[in-house]
Structure formats: structure tokens, C-alpha cells
């Protein structure tokens, strides 16, 4: 018999395996991460932090249409203070906060009234992205002041704290650690005239490291986020570890979005 007769089911059984459609059902809190709004430029080596515009609307539509509401960081303190379930909730979060969130997914956002929450670099606001290597990731421009402070008067958007210069936290000196999180807090709070409540650790570094958590909580951050992939059980054990979140990749569509939300993660590999 033809090889091939084996090889194209055995291929296709490979190709589905591929995603965690076969995992089981997750409950828990839903933090989806985006980073760039907009089209990859030619060089970049790091194509799957951008999501185009397009496929972010297309994700924006899927979820209001399938009922979750997507809400910000104000509501979810009230979710947590009230231990209110959260399986209908999404927190549409961005990391670092570029002019393509102004330019592209706050009008997406604010079409289908829904809200975002973006994690701002202080120290990066109204510059370029220098924490990359330009060889690696091209520079773009981060949004001004002017920008985020209409975004946050539209109540389209809420902000968070992403440090004032984006260092690997666990890697630096613990002074100057506790500088980054604590200045960042004060210097936001300064920008918008309110409280922020909610603070990323850059890449991720230093979540589930006690000595830097601890900062983080001193500082007064009610939530905080890593960026390892997952759901965290709610209600949230907020002492106990940091909430995790659901990255979305250039390549994820609305099936992948379906799957990162029912099963915490979309492509196993
Ligand atoms: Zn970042």
C-alpha cells in the first residue's frame, strides 16, 4: 500500500495535536497581554509581539459578541473586594505602551465599548522603545503624555506600571529595584491624578522572586502581573502569588483566543 495512505493521517493527528483543544477546561481569571497594535516591520525578530489591527478587532468582536465583558483594572479591584466570579470577565492588557495602542487598539476598543489597560514605562513616555536592541527590534515611537492622558479621560483605558526603565528586576540592585517600582507608582499617580493599582514585572523578571514581590506589594499595588502563561485561580490568593497571564501572538486567531481562555493556553508548540 501507498506510504502514503499512513503518512497524511498520521500528519494530520501531528497538526491538531498541536493545539490544547484536547486539555481540559480551566477556570479562573483571564488576563490576555498584547504588546504592538500594527504591521511587523521588515527586520523585526520579534514578529509576534505585534498583532495587526485587523486581527485585534477581530478578537475585540469575537469576545464582546460571545459576552465577556472586558474590563479594567478599577473594575477588577471591585471583582477581588467582592469575591465576585470572574469567568465572564477579560482584562485586555499592554505591555509597555506604544503610539500604536493610541493609534490602533484604543478606537478599536472604544468602538465595541469595551476597555483596555495598558502598563506605561514612565521614563519611556513620549520617547522609543531603547530598552531593545535595535538590531533585534526595531525602535518605535511609545505614546506622549497628551495621548495617555486623553485615553484615560475617555475611560477607555487604565494604566498600570511597567517600572520607569524597564530592567530585569531580579538582575539589578535591590535599591534601585525598589526605585523602579516605587517611583514608577508615584510618577503615574502624579500624570493622572488617581491611584494606580497595577503594576507588570519587565519580562516577566522578578514575580517569583520573594525579595522583588515584596517590593511590589510594599509600594501598595493591589495586582500584579507576570508573564507566565495561564489562568490563576479565583478567587485570588493574593499573597500567595502574582496573577499570570494569556499571551497573544501575531499568529493566535479568534480559535487560538477561544483556546488560551478555555484551556490557558492555544499552541502547545
Ligand atoms: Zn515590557
Given amino acids: 500500500m501507498n506510504k502514503l495512505f499512513y503518512f497524511v493521517p498520521f500528519a494530520g493527528l501531528l497538526y491538531s495535536l498541536r493545539w490544547s483543544w484536547w486539555y481540559k477546561n480551566l477556570s ?32 475585540i468582536s469575537w469576545l464582546t459578541k460571545k459576552g465577556y465583558k472586558l474590563i479594567g483594572f478599577s473594575e477588577l479591584a471591585d471583582y477581588y473586594k467582592n469575591n465576585k466570579p470572574v469567568d465572564d470577565v477579560v482584562l485586555v492588557t499592554f505591555d509597555d505602551g506604544y503610539e500604536n495602542n493610541y493609534k490602533y487598539a484604543y478606537p478599536i476598543l472604544k468602538k465595541y465599548n469595551a476597555k483596555g489597560n495598558i502598563f506605561v514605562v514612565y521614563n519611556t513616555i513620549g520617547k522609543v522603545n531603547v530598552w531593545h536592541n535595535p538590531k533585534t527590534e526595531v525602535w518605535i515611537n511609545m505614546a506622549t503624555k497628551e495621548m495617555l492622558i486623553e485615553m484615560d479621560k475617555s475611560g477607555v483605558m487604565e494604566f498600570g506600571s511597567h517600572t520607569m526603565n524597564h530592567p530585569r528586576l531580579a538582575n539589578i540592585d535591590i535599591e534601585d529595584a525598589k526605585w523602579e517600582i516605587f517611583e514608577s507608582k508615584k510618577q503615574l499617580e502624579n500624570l493622572f491624578q488617581k491611584e494606580i493599582i497595577a503594576f507588570a514585572y519587565p519580562y516577566g523578571n522578578g514575580a517569583y522572586e520573594p525579595e522583588i514581590r515584596k517590593l511590589v506589594l510594599e509600594a501598595g499595588y493591589l495586582f500584579d502581573f507576570s508573564f507566565k502563561q495561564g489562568k490563576t485561580s479565583w478567587p485570588w490568593e493574593r499573597e500567595k502569588k502574582t496573577l499570570d497571564r494569556l499571551f497573544i501572538k501575531y499568529s493566535d486567531s479568534c480559535f487560538d483566543l477561544n483556546l488560551h481562555i478555555k484551556k490557558g493556553v492555544s499552541k502547545i508548540f
Fill in 28 to 59: 479562573g481569571l483571564n488576563v490576555l497581554v498584547y504588546h504592538k497594535i500594527g504591521y511587523p516591520p521588515k527586520g523585526t525578530k520579534l514578529k509576534e509581539l505585534w498583532v495587526t489591527p485587523e486581527r485585534f478587532e477581530k478578537h
